[in-house]
């Protein structure tokens, strides 16, 4: 069997040892060996040492574990189907999810509502106060004027025509119809 796809057992005699990986590297030469600290004796310094080395050991074997376990779950997800691309779509739902119900998001939520809400009313009474102006402008006497000097060169330009002469019969205005009244307001 594959020992990269078995799971690998701490209490078993086959696991793999930091003295499986060579002797401990001898202390280079003008370095200096550690002395023991005060307050400990040679002993204690001894015992601390045969701990430190099996802590190290052990930090191997469950780095070995974890590679073993992360290459299971691997091979479990491909075996389901589920992509690196659908768990990242997951994650990325949930982290969403988790910023819609955070307080921060509800209070900014509400506060851009409200200052929506006010533009949006702002907005309304500045269209209406351009329309009743729009509307006041084409009342007064200048705009009729206007109208008035438009419609009589309309007239005249159109009124030159003869109905039967016209190359496109079916365009507004060619056979003498007043063309629809559009108040834009």
């Known amino acids: ?14 696991r793999v040892l930091l003295s499986d990986f060579g002797p401990e590297p001898a202390v280079p030469v003008g370095v200096a060996v550690p002395t023991i600290v005060p307050g400990l004796t040679e002993a204690e310094a001894e015992e601390l040492r045969a701990e430190l080395v099996k802590v190290e050991e052990e930090i191997v074997t469950l780095r070995q574990v974890l590679a073993a376990k992360e290459r299971r779950c691997g091979e479990l997800r491909r075996r389901l189907g589920l992509s690196a691309l659908e768990g990242l779509r997951q994650n990325l739902s949930k982290s969403w999810h988790d910023v819609q ?3 921060a998001y509800k209070k900014t939520q509400e506060t851009l509502s409200q200052a929506g809400q006010k533009t949006s009313a702002a907005l309304s009474t500045v269209g209406s106060a351009i329309s009743k102006k729009l ?3 084409r009342n007064s006497a200048t705009f009729k004027s206007f109208e008035d000097r438009v419609g009589t ?3 005249k330009v159109v009124g030159g025509r003869e109905p039967g ?3 496109n019969p079916s365009s507004p205005g060619s056979d003498d119809q007043p063309l629809p009244d559009h108040t834009p307001f």
């Open 153 to 155: 060169i309309k007239s």
């Open 165 to 167: 002469n016209d190359p």
């Open 135 to 137: 509307g006041d402008m």
């Open 101 to 103: 119900v955070s307080t």
């Open 1 to 14: 069997m594959d020992s990269a796809g078995q799971d690998i057992n701490l209490n078993s005699p086959n």
